[in-house]
């Protein structure tokens, strides 16, 4: 079974310009999360998508935004970046055991590295 | 609401000895804990979960943490640490939304392990 597929690996963009990260969640998985991982602040989580929903969200901006398509394949999407947003950003999926939300694993991507200059 | 604080930012310890890296939590409600480990450059990977069943969990590697509540800790421990040890971990709450369903998860700041030949 493939794992966690995110796209692209690695990039750099400029302050200002916009960009769209990509995640294959594991097949069968409805939920996808994404984190940002940075030295100074660690692991934040930033949204979950459920069955093309938003279910979650965390405290980030609005240039922050996300969507999940019919397959359950997710983009986060980060418009006017700063230097700030330079960051791995970790997709992760899960799908739910009978037992629901409460034991259901999350399993990660390799992350997206993102370098804002 | 919930929290999570790794007490060490870095452990180093030598090959074949015991690992104990440390982990207090916050939360108003019976917790789920996990512990996740990051290889670098590589995405998080599930070691241990706990979520109100047996106190002592037993995880991949020979990782274990012990739940004890009244400390309101979940340590985890190795025997015997190996040089395939040496990565980030950390120690993972889930939040709870209001009204009580389950919330996303919230990292600890993370403990780098590091093992010495």
């Known amino acids: 079974k493939a794992g966690v597929t995110q796209t692209p690996r690695y990039l750099i963009k400029t302050r200002g310009q916009q960009v769209t990260l990509s995640c294959s969640p594991i097949?069968?998985?409805?939920?996808v999360s994404w984190y940002q991982q940075t030295p100074g602040q660690g692991l934040q989580f930033l949204f979950e998508?459920?069955?093309?929903?938003?279910?979650n969200k965390g405290n980030f901006p609005g240039r922050f935004s996300g969507r999940q398509f019919s397959n359950s394949r997710s983009e986060m999407n980060v418009s006017t970046l700063e230097l700030g947003d330079s960051a791995l950003y970790l997709c992760a999926s899960k799908s739910f055991s009978a037992q629901g939300d409460r034991t259901g694993e999350l399993f990660f991507g390799e992350g997206s590295r993102l370098t804002v200059l | 609401a919930q929290s999570v604080t790794q007490l060490d930012s870095h452990v180093s310890v030598s090959e074949g000895t015991p690992v104990l890296l440390r982990c207090n939590y916050s939360?108003?409600?019976?917790?789920?804990l996990f512990w996740y480990v990051q290889h670098p450059n590589k995405g998080l990977q599930l070691l241990l979960k706990y979520t109100s069943a047996a106190t002592l969990v037993k995880g991949i590697n020979g990782f274990e943490a012990e739940f004890k509540k009244s400390e309101t800790s979940f340590h985890l421990t190795k025997p015997s640490a190996h040089m395939s040890d040496a990565a980030e971990y950390f120690c993972?709450?889930?939040?709870?939304?209001?009204?009580?369903?389950?919330?996303?998860?919230?990292f600890g700041k993370g403990t780098k392990l590091s093992v010495k030949p």
């Open positions: 993972v709450v889930r939040a709870m939304n209001y009204g009580g369903s389950q919330g996303n998860l919230i």
């Open positions: 998508y459920f069955s093309e929903t938003q279910r």
């Open positions: 939360s108003s409600y019976s917790p789920s």
């Open positions: 097949s069968g998985h409805r939920s």
